[in-house]
């Protein structure tokens, strides 16, 4: 019988770290059929027979079946990205998978799987001990997929990093983004995650006793630095006369999953989202909002 890539359950709650188990230890998807991604019928069918070898103790075959689907299947297309998911998932060893859930974000951007590649490299590097590492997976799902289902979970593993990182200032005002995304009043985007209302119910009991002061200091640092040095270009989705309007708006936005923010210090007040180094990846962000219903235009950010 092949041995399974299990982390030591021990380790991970120390560590603060959520990592779904095996499928065999599970039975069913880690990811609820609300939010899997569409796949062909074929695959379907060999990703059932996989999970079912792996069940009976046949982790070779499974292994097997899960390369060749692989193999087969057309690259950035959802039916390989979720291949290489499962293989990843399903993996003897922590390296094969991380290198499959980086083949997947490289290779298929664009699949519904690729934000939940990211989360598990930023679990992967929590349970290194790298606070900083993983924080940078958790805060490019919050950047680039602002209304997937892995935004909360990313987010509350913004606050975890900076807890590793014996930061509880800033793990507070991580917290106060999870809050306003529907946490803990429920989870956006239907994720049926009980465990990151806990989890924040329980930080908020801890900044509770955080001196406000330190609260506002690390605030007004988080301002000043936002904009990242290389952003050119953002998403814009509305512009009002009034900055109440337009805070209106953000909070609207928030409660959607949408991370967004207010330009401007007279009309028009601009309501836009995201920072991006170069033309295409702000038009493909703006591709993503417009395939969501979204209207919005993209522009140039002056500085």
Known sequence: MTPRLMWPMAVLAVAGVSVAPPIAAQGAPTVPPAV??????????????????????????????????????????????????????LSERVSEAERDWKRLIIDAPLSPRASDAMVRLGELEMLRGRP?????????????????????????????????????????????????????????????????????????????????????????ANSASTMPPNARFSVQLAAYDTRAEADAA???????GIDTRVDGEAKPYRVRTGYYPTRDDATAALAKFKRAGQTGFLVEIAK
Request: proline content about 6%; glycine content about 6%; charged content about 25%.
């Open 36 to 89: 899997s991604p569409a796949v062909s019928p074929a695959l379907d069918r060999a990703r059932t027979r996989a999970r079912a070898l792996l069940d009976e103790g046949e982790g070779v075959e499974a292994r097997a079946l899960l390369d060749s689907l692989v193999r087969a299947t057309a690259v950035g297309s959802n039916d390989f990205a979720e291949a290489l998911y499962w293989r990843a998932t």
């Open 132 to 220: 900083a590492a993983a924080r940078a997976h958790y805060e490019r799902v919050v950047r680039e997929y602002p209304t997937g289902p892995a935004r909360a979970k990313s987010q509350m593993g913004i606050v975890k990093s900076w807890v590793a990182q014996q930061d509880l200032p800033r793990a507070c005002v991580a917290l106060l983004a999870v809050s306003a995304a529907g946490v803990p009043n429920g989870v956006p985007n239907g994720v049926p995650d009980g465990e990151l209302r806990l989890q924040a119910e329980e930080m908020g009991r801890r900044c509770a006793t955080v001196d406000p002061k330190a609260l506002t200091k690390v605030s007004a």
């Open 250 to 256: 953000v909070a609207r936005f928030t409660k959607r």
